[in-house]
């Protein structure tokens, strides 16, 4: 963490108050970056790690109160792991997911700020395909979304962690992909469903997000693969 200037932010979520360090600004740009140092993380969006964006706090909301008992989770494009750290102070099966060199540096930090015991990762490269990939019931990020290519990669690599029977819960702050990602999902046979949400954020804004929620259950009453809304 070296060179790197950072600030503690304090969320009550259910609750519960969890202490965040993040970086202190989206102005960080270091010289490894910038010499290819590390494939995949662009300069421009080098900092974009180290932010609790809003979709990331209405997804840790969701989580707060979602059913998870027995299930193994993955949240994929972690970032600061908000979701993921609100989980594993539920006691959930928890695993975190990010491309970013950074994040695993964060995640013990705040781990640690929060005395929780430390979370699993994996690779986070969606356009990696693993020969033998961890499989999850419960696929969950948020404000993934931001450039075309997203769905086609980020639906693929949902499907490849996904277990035969799962549901994946994507929080989107409307950036204008949300309903692509639900046809390529419903293509990979899930059933997919959105709905707008609303929260206060800590500095009284109000955000309103899209929560997509996909489903794939082989045995069950069969998939619907009707239009996604957009």
């Not at 009550?12 to 995949?40: K, M, T």
Request: aromatic share 8%; proline share 5%; charged share 25%.
């Amino acid at each position: 963490m070296q060179g790197y200037q950072v600030k503690f932010e304090d969320y009550r979520i259910d609750g519960r108050d969890y202490r965040i360090r993040s970086l202190r600004d989206r102005q960080q740009y270091p010289a490894a970056c910038d010499e290819g140092e590390h494939p995949g993380v662009s300069a421009a969006n080098w900092p974009l790690f180290g932010v609790i964006w809003p979709s990331g706090q209405m997804l840790a909301r969701h989580m707060s109160t979602y059913a998870v008992d027995g299930l193994r989770i993955l949240e994929v494009g972690c970032g600061l792991a908000l979701a993921s750290i609100v989980l594993r102070g539920r006691g959930a099966d928890i695993t975190a997911s990010d491309h970013h060199p950074m994040v695993p540096s964060f995640l013990a930090a705040n781990l640690a700020l929060n005395e929780l015991r430390d979370i699993d990762t994996i690779a986070g490269e969606w356009a990696s395909e693993e020969a033998d990939p961890e499989l999850f019931d419960l696929i969950i990020g948020a404000d993934l979304l931001y450039e075309r290519d997203h769905c086609a990669m980020l639906s693929a690599f949902i499907d490849r962690h996904a277990k035969p029977v799962a549901e994946v819960i994507i929080v989107d702050p409307g950036r204008g992909y949300a309903g692509k990602f639900g046809r390529r999902m419903q293509t990979l046979g899930y059933s997919c469903t959105q709905e707008r949400s609303e929260m206060q954020l800590a500095d009284h804004e109000t955000f309103a997000g899209r929560i997509v929620t996909c489903r794939r259950d082989p045995g069950g009453n069969g998939v619907a693969k009707g239009m996604f809304p957009v």
